[in-house]
């Protein structure tokens, strides 16, 4: 579902991503992490089509980043921990504002309305204002918007930041559930105890892919005893920081 080849972006004399290259399959969830400057944030925004790589290339559900930008568009969703839904719109508001930005007919979107309010159990708060919805609602609320027009794969941005140890369980048990119908999720997090529910983690270090296995894999690789050990092996070698 998503192959990048030696997937580079430059900014002037300044490498940001530097040659990389790994695939996902469909219906993996695969895991993005790397230290603040690693460079994983400017690689994802390549991957989504909002910004042209330097050099080599990328296709996301077949279609090539930097050529069929639209088409990019139509087959992914997106959820940033940092801006999801427009805080000053309801709930209802924000599901039917989403399904009209993915490109939905009048019908499938109250089709889909009716399906997320009651799957998520929002009747009571669908008039609600998004600014007076505690984080977790929000998430939640925010991560079933970004699946509404049923994309193939889904970029989550740290989209557990903030939220307490139960939400995070229950959303990753909604990540889950779309991984095993099929959807690729492909998430970046600080949480490295998240990064141990994922089928596989990469971990960037100066704009490079210094290490990428199974959990299991880069554990016994590493001789560590959870990824998170893995990953501080790999950030002491960082020359670079945002």
């Given at each position: 579902?998503?192959?990048?080849?030696n997937?580079?972006?430059?900014?002037?004399?300044?490498?940001?991503?530097?040659?990389?290259?790994?695939?996902?399959?469909?219906?993996?969830?695969?895991?993005?992490?790397?230290?603040?400057?690693?460079?994983?944030?400017?690689?994802m925004?390549?991957l989504?089509?909002?910004?042209?790589?330097?050099?080599?290339?990328?296709?996301?559900?077949g279609?090539d980043?930097?050529?069929?930008?639209?088409?990019?568009?139509?087959?992914?969703?997106?959820?940033?921990?940092?801006?999801?839904?427009?805080?000053?719109?309801?709930?209802?508001?924000?599901?039917?504002?989403?399904?009209?930005?993915?490109?939905?007919?009048?019908?499938?979107?109250?089709?889909?309305?009716?399906?997320?309010?009651?799957?998520?159990?929002?009747?009571?708060?669908?008039?609600?204002?998004?600014?007076?919805?505690?984080?977790?609602?929000?998430?939640?609320?925010?991560?079933?918007?970004?699946?509404?027009?049923?994309?193939?794969?889904?970029?989550?941005?740290?989209?557990?930041?903030?939220?307490?140890?139960?939400?995070?369980?229950?959303?990753?048990?909604?990540?889950?559930?779309?991984?095993?119908?099929?959807?690729?999720?492909?998430?970046?997090?600080?949480?490295?105890?998240?990064a141990?529910?994922?089928?596989?983690?990469?971990?960037?270090?100066?704009?490079?892919?210094?290490?990428?296995?199974?959990?299991?894999?880069?554990?016994?690789?590493?001789?560590?005893?959870?990824?998170?050990?893995?990953?501080?092996?790999?950030?002491?070698?960082?020359?670079?920081?945002?």
């Amino acid at each position: 579902m998503i192959r990048a080849e030696n997937l580079t972006r430059k900014f002037g004399d300044f490498t940001a991503v530097d040659h990389i290259s790994f695939e996902v399959s469909q219906g993996e969830i695969f895991g993005f992490l790397g230290a603040n400057g690693a460079g994983k944030t400017t690689a994802m925004r390549m991957l989504t089509g909002l910004l042209a790589p330097t050099e080599g290339n990328a296709r996301v559900a077949g279609f090539d980043v930097a050529e069929d930008v639209e088409q990019v568009k139509k087959q992914i969703g997106y959820m940033s921990q940092k801006f999801s839904l427009y805080e000053d719109l309801t709930v209802l508001e924000n599901i039917r504002l989403y399904g009209g930005i993915y490109g939905l007919s009048d019908k499938e979107i109250s089709q889909k309305t009716n399906q997320l309010i009651e799957m998520l159990g929002m009747q009571k708060l669908q008039e609600k204002m998004i600014s007076s919805l505690p984080l977790g609602w929000k998430q939640k609320l925010a991560f079933s918007v970004a699946l509404i027009h049923e994309p193939e794969i889904v970029f989550l941005d740290e989209p557990t930041g903030g939220v307490d140890p139960i939400t995070r369980r229950q959303f990753w048990e909604q990540i889950y559930k779309v991984a095993d119908e099929g959807t690729t999720v492909f998430v970046t997090t600080h949480y490295m105890d998240e990064a141990e529910y994922c089928d596989r983690v990469s971990i960037m270090v100066d704009g490079r892919i210094d290490a990428l296995d199974t959990p299991v894999g880069l554990r016994e690789q590493f001789n560590a005893d959870d990824v998170e050990e893995v990953f501080i092996q790999l950030a002491r070698g960082a020359q670079r920081s945002e």
